[in-house]
């Protein structure tokens, strides 16, 4: 079954350039999630969307930026990047199952991102 | 003081054992409870997933909810060294609710099964 898919699987910047990650979604899922996982800790929410809306956002820097396209895949904008800001990044996606949001997220397997 | 608190272990048992992992959460609201799998470096993969209280069962894996005590749990039956892990706990507000869905999890069980 396909999977979602997340590029570039691991990137590497300087303090201060700016980053770009990309999300395709499972097939026929309508929402995206992001998390981001730093170093021994649990994926921490940064934001939603539904229908290339924003849905719901959580601890996401203003620094970063985020959209869903119309083909549901999802981009996470990164500037003025920082050394903290070195962690996993994961996207995950659900479907909305006759008006309700399943919750069931299927998570992509992240990009590594480093920042020196 | 963290909305899911989960013990982060290590945790090391034999091959065959029975394996409890727990998670406690304070947010009420919380109807949705999942359990995920992660491999070092790897993405969450998904487990188990419970509405409500009650208990559900996979294969080797029992996922129990105990919405009164605030209290979830997995059980893995006969545990192999392909177990070795980190399991998290997840849990939402439910579909409709404020939190449109999105997890909160809890820091993670490192499991080791050692043959």
């Known amino acids: 079954a396909a999977g979602v898919i997340q590029s570039p699987r691991h990137l590497i910047k300087e303090k201060r350039e700016t980053a770009t990650l990309k999300c395709y979604p499972i097939?026929?899922?309508?929402?995206v999630y992001w998390y981001q996982q730093g170093p021994g800790q649990d994926p921490q929410f940064l934001i939603s969307?539904?229908?290339?809306?924003?849905?719901d956002k959580g601890s996401i820097p203003d620094r970063f930026s985020a959209q869903q396209f119309s083909d549901y895949h999802s981009e996470l904008n990164m500037s003025s990047l920082e050394l903290g800001d070195s962690a996993l990044y994961f996207c995950?996606?659900?479907?909305?199952?006759?008006?309700?949001?399943?919750?069931?997220?299927?998570f992509g397997p992240g990009t590594r991102l480093t920042v020196l | 003081q963290k909305e899911v608190e989960q013990d982060p272990g290590p945790l090391s048992v034999p091959e065959g054992a029975i394996v409890s992992l727990n998670c406690t959460y304070s947010?009420?609201?919380?109807?949705?409870f999942m359990w995920y799998r992660q491999y070092s470096r790897k993405g969450p993969e998904l487990l188990m997933y419970?509405?409500?209280?009650g208990n559900k069962e996979d294969g080797r894996f029992t996922a129990q909810v105990d919405k009164s005590s605030k209290y979830i749990s997995l059980f893995i039956r006969d545990s192999q060294p392909s177990d070795s892990a980190t399991y998290l706990c997840?849990?939402?507000?439910?579909?409709?609710?404020?939190?449109?869905?999105?997890?909160?999890f809890g820091q993670g069980t490192i499991l080791t099964v050692h043959p």
């Open positions: 947010n009420s609201a919380f109807q949705y």
């Open positions: 969307f539904y229908e290339k809306m924003q849905s």
């Open positions: 997840a849990m939402s507000d439910g579909a409709g609710g404020t939190s449109y869905g999105k997890l909160t």
């Open positions: 419970t509405y409500s209280s």
């Open positions: 097939p026929r899922h309508d929402t």
């Open positions: 995950a996606s659900s479907l909305e199952f006759r008006g309700r949001r399943t919750d069931t997220q299927y």
